[in-house]
């Protein structure tokens, strides 16, 4: 009886990117899931995944603004220092 989970409201709420943000993703509100989405579409475009080590992502200028100036970051980093640019 597994069925689909439902997901987190919190998750589906509409949030605001913050500037350097929304360079990366565009400046409409858009939900988290949709957020992460957009940034991943980014990091495949232009090829920013790291062609050694997969689970990290080399920041180009406009993802170094979003990354607190940091040149790779993980993964698991990258989300947490993304929901600091979504209000």
């Given at each position: 009886m ?27 509100a858009?939900?988290?899931t ?53 209000k």
């Amino acid at each position: 009886m597994a069925g689909k989970r439902k997901p987190s409201a919190a998750f589906m709420k509409p949030m605001n990117p913050s500037a350097a943000l929304g360079a990366v993703v565009g400046t409409a509100a858009l939900p988290r899931t949709q957020v992460t989405k957009k940034l991943w579409a980014y990091i495949k475009r232009n090829g920013l995944q790291d062609k050694k080590k997969r689970t990290m992502i080399n920041a180009d200028d406009r993802l170094k603004v979003v990354f607190g100036g940091k040149k790779q970051v993980t993964m698991f980093e990258m989300t947490k220092l993304v929901s600091k640019h979504l209000k």
